[in-house]
């Protein structure tokens, strides 16, 4: 298995208010972060061991948006998507094919 060091880092948003919003479909939901920041993210496949302390938020099928407070910030395309967060700005979205 792969580590999550293993795969890019991609920027994600930021927030005054510590959380992003993610779509997908007719499902909203709010990402809580520990502190005001700019958020990155691992960009993750299926091959990728996701570590015990993140834990699973979010789960979609065929795409994902995310907003933060000024508009949509990050988009992805995949069969299923799952997004894992972690500490106060650890994030994962796993994306499998």
């Known amino acids: ?21 993610c779509r997908s479909g007719m499902e909203a939901y709010v990402l809580h972060f520990g502190i ?15 570590p015990d302390f993140y834990e699973k938020e979010f789960e979609c099928s065929y795409w994902l948006k995310i907003y933060d407070d000024y508009g949509l910030t990050f988009s992805i395309d995949g069969k299923k998507i799952i997004v894992y967060r972690a500490k106060d700005c650890g994030c994962i979205i796993q994306v499998i094919n």
Not at 5 to 15: A, F, R, T
Not at 36 to 48: F, G, M, R, T
């Open 1 to 21: 298995m792969k580590s999550r060091k293993d795969y890019k880092k991609v920027s994600i948003g930021s927030s005054d208010i510590a959380s992003l919003t």
């Open 36 to 50: 005001d920041a700019d958020y990155e993210a691992y960009i993750v496949d299926d091959e990728c061991e996701i």
